[in-house]
C-alpha cells in the first residue's frame, strides 16, 4: 500500500506540471478515449488500406512482432475490417462494431445480443496469436483509469482470456488487468484497472495493450469488448489524414479525427491556412499550385499535436478528370489555355504561357501525373 500510495502521488504531482485546471479543480483538458471510438471515428477502412501507425489507436498480431492488421472484406458481413487476411477465417479480426441498437450495429455474428457497443474482437486460433488494440498517444499524457467490457456472443468456444498491460518504453511492463476468463454467452463484465498500478504519465514511446488470447481453442471467439482510457493532457490524434490525388478542377478534402481537442488548424507547407479550422478542410476546382505538403495542428488547454504531413497532388496530365490520361485532356487543356484560365497554369508559376503548354506535354506524354 506504501508503494502504490508514492507512486500514485508522484503521478499527481506531475499531473500539476502538465494539466492546467479550472475552477473547482476541474481540468480543462480532461478526456476519454477508446476502441470504440477510434473505429467510429475512422468508420469501416477501404478493403485493402493499411492502418497509419501513427493513430493513437490500432490493432495488431502478437505472433509477428506486433505487426498491424490490415484491412479485408468479410464475406458475411457487408463491412470491412482490420484482420490477417493469411489465417484462416481472416483471424486474427478487429471490427466491426457490436451493438445492442439495430440500426448502429454491423455485425450479424453473435448467439447473444450485444448488451454494449464494442467491437468483434476476434484472437487466432492457436495460443501464440492474440489480438491486440494498443494505444500509444503523439504527447506526454496522464492516464487516471482505465476500463474494459467485454462478453462472449458465440458459444462454440467455451471462453475468451482478456487481459491488459502498460508497456513502458523503457523498463518492466505493468499489468493493468489481470488476465480474466470471459465464458460463452455470460453476463458481460467490466473489468477496472488493478488499484495502485494507475494514474500514470504515460509518453509517446509508451503503449497501453488490450489483448484477447484463444486459449488455445481452436474455435470460434466472438468477443465484444471496448476499452475506455481516461487522461489528461494533449488531445490524441485518433486517425491522421492520408495522401491523396486529384484531377485539375478536382475537388480534395482532408480530415483528422482526435480525441480531446478544442482547436484545429491546419497548414500547407508550414504555412497557416486562414479559415482552416475545422476536423475538415476541402477545396474544390484544384489547381495544381494546390499541390503540397499539408498538417494540421491539434490543440487543447494541455498542449498541441501535430498530424503527420501528407502530400497532396494534382495531376495536370488527367484535365478533363476523367480519371485516363488521352487526347481529351488535350483538348480540354487547350480550351482553358487559349482562355487564359489559370487551371492551365500547369508549371505552378503563377502565370499563363508557352511553359505551361511544355510542361503539360511532359507530363501528359509521361503518361502520369
Same mark, same amino acid.
Given at each position: 500500500m506504501r508503494t502504490s500510495y508514492h507512486t500514485q502521488s508522484a503521478a499527481v504531482f506531475a499531473c500539476a506540471a502538465l494539466c492546467q485546471l479550472g475552477h473547482a479543480g476541474v481540468s480543462l483538458c480532461g478526456y476519454q478515449t477508446s476502441? *470504440?471510438?477510434?473505429?467510429?471515428?475512422?468508420?469501416?477502412? *477501404?478493403?485493402?488500406?493499411?492502418? $497509419?501507425?501513427?493513430n493513437g489507436w490500432t490493432f495488431h498480431r502478437s505472433d509477428i512482432e506486433d505487426s498491424l492488421l490490415k484491412s479485408l472484406t468479410l464475406s458475411n458481413v457487408s463491412t470491412t475490417s482490420w484482420g490477417s487476411q493469411d489465417q484462416p477465417f481472416f483471424i486474427p479480426l478487429v471490427g466491426p462494431r457490436y451493438s445492442p441498437n439495430t440500426v448502429r450495429n454491423q455485425c450479424t455474428a453473435f448467439r447473444r445480443t450485444p448488451s454494449f457497443e464494442g467491437l468483434f474482437f476476434h484472437p487466432g486460433f492457436t495460443q501464440a496469436i492474440d489480438v491486440l488494440a494498443v494505444f500509444q498517444p503523439q504527447r506526454t499524457i496522464f492516464v487516471s483509469s482505465l476500463q474494459v467490457q467485454v462478453e462472449l456472443l458465440g458459444n462454440v468456444s467455451p471462453n475468451i482470456l482478456i487481459s491488459a498491460l502498460f508497456v513502458p518504453a523503457v523498463g518492466t511492463p505493468v499489468t493493468l488487468v489481470t488476465e480474466r476468463s470471459i465464458l460463452a454467452l455470460a453476463t458481460a463484465q467490466t473489468l477496472n484497472h488493478i488499484t495502485g498500478t494507475l494514474p500514470r504519465m504515460m509518453g509517446p514511446n509508451d503503449r497501453i495493450i488490450i489483448m484477447a488470447d484463444s486459449g488455445d481453442s481452436p474455435f470460434e471467439d466472438w468477443g465484444n469488448v471496448n476499452a475506455t482510457i481516461t487522461v489528461e493532457g494533449p488531445?490524441?490524434?485518433?486517425? &491522421?489524414?492520408? %495522401?491523396?490525388?486529384?484531377?485539375?478542377?478536382?475537388? +480534395?478534402? *482532408?480530415?483528422? %479525427?482526435?480525441? @480531446?481537442? &478544442?482547436?484545429? &488548424?491546419?497548414?500547407?507547407?508550414?504555412?497557416?491556412?486562414?479559415? =482552416? &479550422?475545422?476536423?475538415?478542410?476541402?477545396?474544390?476546382?484544384? *489547381?495544381?499550385?494546390?499541390?503540397?505538403?499539408y498538417d494540421c495542428l491539434v490543440t487543447n488547454e494541455c498542449g498541441t499535436v501535430l498530424t503527420v504531413p501528407i502530400l497532396v497532388s494534382v495531376c495536370?496530365?488527367?484535365?478533363?478528370?476523367? @480519371?485516363?490520361?488521352?487526347?481529351?485532356?488535350?483538348?480540354? #487543356?487547350?480550351? =482553358?489555355?487559349? $482562355?487564359?484560365? #489559370?487551371?492551365?497554369?500547369? $508549371?505552378?508559376?503563377?502565370? +499563363?504561357d508557352g511553359s505551361d503548354v511544355n510542361e503539360f506535354f511532359v507530363r501528359w506524354e509521361g503518361g502520369s501525373c
Open positions: 476502441m *470504440l471510438r477510434a473505429w467510429d471515428a475512422r468508420s469501416a477502412p *477501404l478493403e485493402g488500406e493499411h492502418q $497509419n501507425p501513427k488531445p490524441t490524434i485518433l486517425v &491522421q489524414p492520408g %495522401a491523396t490525388a486529384a484531377c485539375v478542377r478536382g475537388g +480534395v478534402t *482532408l480530415q483528422v %479525427a482526435a480525441a @480531446g481537442a &478544442q482547436e484545429y &488548424q491546419w497548414r500547407k507547407n508550414g504555412e497557416e491556412i486562414e479559415g =482552416a &479550422q475545422s476536423v475538415t478542410y476541402a477545396f474544390v476546382d484544384a *489547381l495544381v499550385t494546390d499541390g503540397g505538403t495536370p496530365a488527367d484535365f478533363n478528370c476523367d @480519371g485516363g490520361i488521352d487526347g481529351e485532356d488535350v483538348s480540354s #487543356f487547350f480550351d =482553358a489555355w487559349e $482562355n487564359g484560365d #489559370f487551371a492551365s497554369d500547369v $508549371n505552378g508559376d503563377g502565370g +499563363v
